[in-house]
T-cell receptor, first 113, second 111 residues
Framework: AQSVTQLDSHVSVSEGTPVLLRCNYS??????LFWYVQHPNKGLQLLLK??????LVKGINGFEAEFKKSETSFHLTKPSAHMSDAAEYFC???????????FGTGTRLTVIP | DGGITQSPKYLFRKEGQNVTLSCEQN?????MYWYRQDPGQGLRLIYY???????QKGDIAEGYSVSREKKESFPLTVTSAQKNPTAFYLC??????????FGPGTRLLVL
């Protein structure tokens, strides 16, 4: 069964407007959740991670994500998009039982000048 | 300059040929991983190694082989048995529950 669902394959925003990238998880236990960013033809870079400390997690480059257990969501947000934010974003879930990482299918963010 | 390096950046494979992708890390991580990325899909785990001289199959190991003779190195061989090798290959190190550090990737194309 799919562990992580990224609800949008592509999101377009105008520069300076808010960004919302949606992710739902299905882990039964307390999950470890990550957001990674991938620029074209590059490796992935960690933006932020949730490991049950605080429900609102702040990451690099002004991104943050809120863990909502009642909604099984871990959406990524940024108040104001910058051109350099254009990239592919992956939501990732570590499942203790499987001792494995499960990657979402990715959301491509386009920022319009 | 610490991190993970992968080479080559692009690799071309002929029919029936085995090719080897290089991955080196100087982060002193015990664990290393190989992922395959196809368009519109998330990353899929090919092989991983938790320690030198030990490695385990991931979700899509068929047609691939690895070795881990040194802590710093985890090469991946794409064998002729892999019938659809065209993809972007990413190497990573670090713990599964911790931050994974990724290399820049190798794009494999079939001639």
């Amino acid at each position: 069964a799919q562990s992580v669902t990224q609800l949008d394959s592509h999101v377009s925003v105008s520069e300076g407007t808010p960004v919302l990238l949606r992710c739902n998880y299905s882990s039964s236990y307390s999950p470890s959740l990550f957001w990674y960013v991938q620029h074209p033809n590059k490796g992935l870079q960690l933006l932020l991670k949730y490991t049950s400390a605080a429900t609102l997690v702040k990451g690099i480059n002004g991104f943050e994500a809120e863990f909502k257990k009642s909604e099984t969501s871990f959406h990524l947000t940024k108040p104001s998009a910058h051109m350099s934010d254009a990239a592919e974003y992956f939501c990732v879930d570590y499942q203790t039982g499987a001792n494995n990482l499960f990657f979402g299918t990715g959301t491509r963010l386009t920022v319009i000048p | 300059d610490g991190g993970i390096t992968q080479s080559p950046k692009y690799l071309f494979r002929k029919e029936g040929q085995n090719v080897t992708l290089s991955c080196e890390q100087n982060l002193n991580h015990d664990a290393m991983y190989w992922y395959r990325q196809d368009p519109g899909q998330g990353l899929r785990l090919i092989y991983y190694s938790q320690i030198v001289n030990d490695f385990q199959k991931g979700d899509i190991a068929e047609g691939y082989s690895v070795s881990r003779e040194k802590k710093e190195s985890f090469p991946l061989t794409v064998t002729s048995a892999q019938k659809n090798p065209t993809a972007f290959y990413l190497c990573a190190s670090g713990g599964l529950r911790e931050t994974q550090y990724f290399g820049p990737g190798t794009r494999l194309l079939v001639l």
